[in-house]
Each structure stands twice: as structure tokens, then as C-alpha cells.
């Protein structure tokens, strides 16, 4: 089992970070929409357009509004609102919101078990990387 709350992993869109994995379902807190002092956001708030072929996840709004993009449209969340993204679906996260909290339950516990079709960040050959904008 690990904790990784202390180490949050930046993104261009906000921050995530680990907050449970046993090897078979890990749990992250995603962090998206920097607010600007104006209470705009500093900058775009989506993560890539991605799929994973062989985990599926649960999102789960705690704060702000999220828009969930899938190939069958879009799913706005509120806080308490949640989508389940089965292995395969493609979809992006994106929030016109500052301070929006999503949490994920993925199984299997397989970061690296992305492939994303595209993003606007220049990241479409890359898989995901513990560093600086991953």
C-alpha cells in the first residue's frame, strides 16, 4: 500500500497526486483550473484526450464543475457526481472552473497504461512520466 500526498506530479492543466494504491485499485486526486487573482483561470484546464486499454476508472467531482468528454458526448459533474470510464472509452477532463477537485478509482493500479490520441500540450507520443508536466 502506498500514500503519495507529498509528492504531487505537475501538469500544465493543475497537479495530481497519489493517494492510495494496493496494486489492485489506486486512488488519485486530481487538482485542475489554477485561479488567476482576477478569479479567471491562469490557463487552459483539460487533460489530454486519452484512453486505457486495460483499466477502468471511476471520476468523482469534489469541487467545481467538470466536463467529461467521451465519444458519446459530453458528461458535466457536480460535486457529489461521478462517471464510471470503462477500458477503451476515450475521453478528455476539462473544467472552465478554478479550483476543481476530481478524485479517480482506477483497477488494475497501472499508470502507465495510457495512450493519448490528443493534447494540446504537445504530449500525444508520450506515455505518463513522474516529472514536471506528464
Sequence with gaps: MRFDIANPVSKPWGFEFEYFDNGFISIWVLYLGFAHKSGYLERLSATSTHLHE???AVAFCVNGVVEVR???GPIML???EHV???SGS???IYTDFPNTI???IESPSDRAD???IEDAYGREAEGYAWDTNS
Design 54 to 56: 486495460n483499466k477502468d
Design 114 to 116: 495510457i495512450k493519448r
Design 90 to 92: 476515450c475521453h478528455q
Design 70 to 72: 467521451t465519444e458519446n
Design 102 to 104: 476530481l478524485i479517480e
Design 84 to 86: 464510471l470510464l470503462e
Design 78 to 80: 457536480k460535486p457529489g
